[in-house]
């Protein structure tokens, strides 16, 4: 008698609903919203209210010959969910040094998608992700994650620039969701504290100004509250707390205050109040502009707009709202012509499945191999 082929999906447990639209809401949010943001990220607000209208751009336009276009923002964003998830299939992803160099390496093989080398010898590009070859589309990196990747010696090194751009905050929505399903019999104090430590700690391979750690740090903590279903005003006291708390923390602290302070206005959303609190460059005022957008929209299309439609990095704050907006409202808030359009949906979702799901694999010290275990750990290779 011949045994039927086993499929992956025999494999692949289902998330609890909850779970499923919380880290895909987040996941596919955050894509929908670099994808928006994509075709107008270099032009000034007057630029796109010329080119596109008074209320600027509301659907998907062309930017990399393709409408629905992710950038170097969602690549980079899935790679850190990589690093993640090899590194609980490697040991469990209780040790902070492994997971950050399991981080590291997962950026080393996303910068050979982007056609150059990483400073580091001997990358193993084996693992799904780096198959997925929607994901090899060069789509103009920030120039700082690029140069210290390239200069990265030994995996997990922390970048010797002094930069605070926002490349390393954009990234880190994956840490809020991995450490509220990680740490999930915790309390939410100790959640948003793992997830804003290793925040700035993976953010810090890129980014080696504090403000650009701490911002980064702050956001995943965010996320990891709205995982675990906290109402968003609620989530931004506790990290604000955590925050105060860590060294060089007083120009995220600020951003944060000043995006509450935004958000109460009557006209919070007007273009003009969002290019007050900047450009959203660097970290500290992408989490400002993102968070002011997540706390004032009544709806997840409004709140990502707004994101979008300011002076300056269009693509990585409207990326950030949607990864706020997409954990707290849930993946059914979205537009379902925004999400038909996205490239590389299946893969976005995937990942955040997987993320929801992890400790329910078959693996451990004292769990007998299967095939389903050799399926994740083909997966996600140890590093």
Same mark, same amino acid.
């Given at each position: 008698m011949q045994v039927p082929k086993q499929d992956a999906?025999? +494999?692949?447990?289902?998330?609890?609903?909850?779970?499923?639209? !919380?880290?895909?809401?987040?996941? =596919?949010?955050?894509?929908?919203?670099?994808?928006?943001?994509?075709?107008?990220? +270099?032009?000034?607000?007057?630029?796109i209210r010329a080119q596109f209208g008074r209320v600027g751009i509301v659907e998907y336009t062309t930017a990399f010959d393709r409408k629905g276009a992710i950038t170097d923002d969602t690549q980079m964003t899935l790679f850190t969910a990589e690093g993640l998830l090899r590194s609980y299939v490697q040991n469990g992803g209780r040790d902070t040094?492994?997971?950050?160099?399991?981080?590291?390496h997962a950026y080393a093989r996303w910068l050979k998608t982007q056609g150059a080398m990483p400073g580091v010898a001997d990358i193993d590009t084996d693992g799904w992700l780096y198959e997925q070859r929607e994901l090899h589309a060069l789509r103009v990196?920030?120039?700082? @994650?690029?140069? #210290?990747?390239?200069?990265?010696?030994?995996?997990?090194? !922390?970048?010797?620039?002094?930069?605070? /751009? @926002?490349? /390393?905050?954009m990234r880190m929505a994956p840490v809020g969701l991995w450490c509220a399903r990680l740490e999930e019999g915790v309390s939410p104090e100790r959640v948003a504290r793992k997830a804003f430590e290793l925040g700035?700690?993976?953010?810090?391979i890129t980014h080696g100004h504090p403000t650009g750690r701490v911002a980064a740090g702050a956001f995943a903590a965010l996320v990891a509250l709205l995982a675990r279903d906290l109402p968003l005003a609620d989530a931004v006291e506790r990290v604000k707390t955590l925050v105060a708390r860590y060294p060089a923390h007083a120009?995220?602290?600020?951003?944060?205050?000043? %995006?509450?302070?935004?958000?109460?206005?009557? &006209? #919070? =959303?007007?273009?003009?109040?969002?290019?007050?609190?900047?450009?959203?460059?660097?970290?500290?005022?992408?989490?400002?502009?993102?968070?002011? @957008?997540?706390?004032?929209?009544?709806?997840?299309?409004?709140?990502? !707009? #707004?994101?979008?439609?300011?002076?300056?990095?269009?693509?990585?704050?409207?990326?950030?709202? /949607?990864n706020l907006l997409g954990a707290h409202l849930g993946?059914? %808030?979205?537009?379902? !012509?925004?999400?038909? /359009?996205? *490239?590389?949906?299946?893969?976005?979702?995937?990942?955040?499945? &997987?993320?929801?799901?992890?400790?329910?694999?078959?693996?451990? *010290? +004292?769990? &007998? *191999?299967?095939?389903a275990s050799e399926y994740y750990r083909k997966r996600y290779p140890g590093s």
């Amino acid at each position: 008698m011949q045994v039927p082929k086993q499929d992956a999906s025999d +494999f692949r447990p289902q998330p609890q609903a909850g779970q499923r639209r !919380r880290f895909r809401g987040c996941l =596919l949010g955050g894509a929908v919203g670099d994808a928006l943001g994509a075709p107008v990220e +270099f032009m000034s607000l007057a630029e796109i209210r010329a080119q596109f209208g008074r209320v600027g751009i509301v659907e998907y336009t062309t930017a990399f010959d393709r409408k629905g276009a992710i950038t170097d923002d969602t690549q980079m964003t899935l790679f850190t969910a990589e690093g993640l998830l090899r590194s609980y299939v490697q040991n469990g992803g209780r040790d902070t040094a492994t997971i950050t160099a399991a981080v590291a390496h997962a950026y080393a093989r996303w910068l050979k998608t982007q056609g150059a080398m990483p400073g580091v010898a001997d990358i193993d590009t084996d693992g799904w992700l780096y198959e997925q070859r929607e994901l090899h589309a060069l789509r103009v990196p920030a120039a700082q @994650c690029l140069s #210290a990747l390239e200069r990265m010696a030994t995996l997990g090194e !922390r970048a010797t620039n002094d930069s605070k /751009g @926002c490349g /390393g905050a954009m990234r880190m929505a994956p840490v809020g969701l991995w450490c509220a399903r990680l740490e999930e019999g915790v309390s939410p104090e100790r959640v948003a504290r793992k997830a804003f430590e290793l925040g700035v700690e993976l953010a810090g391979i890129t980014h080696g100004h504090p403000t650009g750690r701490v911002a980064a740090g702050a956001f995943a903590a965010l996320v990891a509250l709205l995982a675990r279903d906290l109402p968003l005003a609620d989530a931004v006291e506790r990290v604000k707390t955590l925050v105060a708390r860590y060294p060089a923390h007083a120009e995220t602290l600020e951003a944060m205050q000043r %995006a509450q302070a935004a958000a109460r206005a009557e &006209d #919070a =959303l007007r273009p003009e109040r969002i290019v007050a609190l900047g450009e959203g460059w660097v970290a500290d005022e992408a989490l400002a502009i993102a968070l002011t @957008c997540a706390l004032a929209a009544p709806d997840f299309e409004t709140g990502v !707009r #707004a994101a979008v439609n300011h002076d300056g990095d269009s693509d990585s704050t409207a990326s950030m709202a /949607g990864n706020l907006l997409g954990a707290h409202l849930g993946v059914d %808030a979205i537009p379902q !012509r925004w999400l038909a /359009g996205l *490239e590389a949906r299946r893969i976005i979702a995937e990942v955040a499945d &997987d993320l929801a799901t992890f400790p329910q694999w078959p693996l451990g *010290e +004292f769990i &007998d *191999e299967s095939d389903a275990s050799e399926y994740y750990r083909k997966r996600y290779p140890g590093s």
